[in-house]
């Protein structure tokens, strides 16, 4: 599963209950990195350790410079930032993290597919 990493331009260290997807992209929001092939468990063990790897100590330099080369006042994951699994998005909160609200139009066919995406090992009825 391709994993994204999008930090707030100007961050405010505050979650936004209010943040759809549609509004993670630029300007407000920069994609600082993208992981290819990362499994992901949806119990938050995974998030949390993306979190952890994320904070300015344990970043890889190379990283830090690609941040650092995209203007942002931050190089540490922080509350407001998103992280987007699949097409599963997932704000820092101050305590773990909220999946934020989709707000994109799909067809049937299109949530066909995210069902069997987010639900691997039910049946596979067709919808």
């Known amino acids: 599963m391709e994993v ?10 505050r979650e936004d209950p209010n943040l759809t997807v549609s509004q993670i992209c630029e300007p407000q929001f920069v994609q600082v990195v993208t992981i290819n092939d990362m499994v992901i ?20 330099i190379d ?25 599963f998005y997932y704000q820092v909160s101050s305590v773990g993290f909220n999946m934020v609200k989709d707000d994109r139009i799909y067809n049937i066919q299109d949530l066909s ?15």
């Open 4 to 13: 994204q990493i999008w930090y707030k331009r100007n961050p405010t260290f």
């Open 41 to 60: 468990s949806f119990d938050g063990r995974t998030l949390e350790r993306l979190y952890q790897d994320f904070q300015g100590e344990f970043i890889p």
């Open 63 to 87: 990283c830090i410079n690609r941040i650092k080369n995209k203007n942002l006042n931050h190089t540490s994951m922080s509350i407001g930032d998103v992280i987007v699994a699949g097409e």
């Open 113 to 127: 597919q995210l069902l069997k995406q987010a639900m691997p090992n039910s049946d596979n009825h067709d919808i």
